[in-house]
């Protein structure tokens, strides 16, 4: 596995290199959801493709007085990970290495980050795209991989590949979960006992609107109440938000159809995990 740390050697890479690349973004503190996409990169880039890896907490699409300093960095253990998962190249730059201190441009997704996570964190997906972008150049794949658990992530995603005409292709990876239901995430790190043992009632609340609307209920009124009296049934839990959108356009709805995504953020202390859960 080749380790590269700097944007000149990541352009230096790509030139001249004939084989199809599949991207796996992530912000490291790998765990069995970044190793699954890794499986799925390695299976789309097939035996002569390469399989990159980047790992970057990008300082961007994190608020200010958010967990940036505190965010789990675990470079042996990813390292580690990422060669037994038969990983090409892992791309792992320092913030200097990505962004000059005098920047002066950003790439904005204007409408389906308005709502859900882009409500509650303002700029987050801002910084995203902008990342992304880079990635993108300066790694130049053919295909990413990203995962379903950050569901408006990946839709964003999409609509960036679309109207900047980056030619690759999106493929979605979804949601790697404990035993219990918890989606695997880098920041359930940060719960406690108590909290960690609390945490599956954001799926359990899910599962349970989501049933409620497979027996007939439409009304989004009725099934979000279900999910909020079944989080509030968890003491340490605190609701974000709690919402029926349409899968594509991240509208609210007020009554659930074809194509309904039922999505929560709920803070356990100071940590806030997102799930989500489409609505047949
Ligand atoms: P992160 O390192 O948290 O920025 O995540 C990097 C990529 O891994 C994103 O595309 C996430 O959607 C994806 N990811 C994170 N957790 C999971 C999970 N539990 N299952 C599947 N994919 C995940």
């Known amino acids: 596995m080749q380790v590269i740390g700097t944007a000149l050697k990541a352009h230096a890479f790509v030139r001249g290199n004939g084989k199809r690349r599949v991207l796996v973004p992530t912000m ?15 299976d789309a880039a097939g035996d002569s493709g ?7 907490v990008n300082p ?4 200010p007085g958010g967990d940036y300093d505190r965010y789990p960095r675990s470079q042996n253990a990813d390292e580690e990970l990422c060669r037994t998962a038969g990983v090409d190249v892992l791309f792992r730059p320092g913030p200097a290495q990505m962004y000059r201190d005098d920047r002066s441009t950003a790439v904005e997704e204007n409408r389906l980050s308005q709502t859900l996570c882009g409500r509650s964190r303002p700029g987050h997906f801002r910084g995203v ?17 990203f995962g379903e ?7 964003i995603i999409r609509r960036l590949v679309r109207d900047l005409d980056f030619d690759i292709k999106i493929i979605a990876a979804p949601t790697v979960r404990e035993a219990d239901g918890l989606a695997f995430s880098s920041r359930n790190l ?8 609390q945490a599956p009632v954001i799926r359990a609340a899910l599962l349970e609107a989501a049933q409620l609307a497979a027996c ?6 009725r099934l979000l109440h279900c999910a909020r009296e079944r ?9 974000d938000y709690i919402e029926l959108v349409h899968a594509e356009t991240l509208q609210q709805q007020t009554a659930a159809g074809a194509n309904s995504l039922l999505a929560a953020a709920v803070f356990f202390g100071k940590t806030r995990l997102i799930d989500n859960l489409l609505v047949a």
């Open 149 to 155: 658990k950050d569901y408006q992530q990946l839709a």
């Open 50 to 56: 390469q399989v990159v890896v980047s790992i970057f």
């Open 190 to 197: 940060y719960l406690t006992a108590e909290e960690r043992e």
């Open 216 to 221: 007939g209920e439409t009304s989004a009124a």
């Open 231 to 239: 989080i509030g049934s968890a003491p340490l839990a605190r609701i």
């Open 60 to 63: 961007l699409q994190f608020e």
């Open 28 to 42: 490291g503190a790998l765990h069995h959801g970044h190793a699954a996409l890794i499986e799925i990169a390695r």
């Open 129 to 145: 795209c902008t990342v992304v972008t880079k990635l993108f150049h300066l790694l130049a794949p053919d295909a990413a991989v």
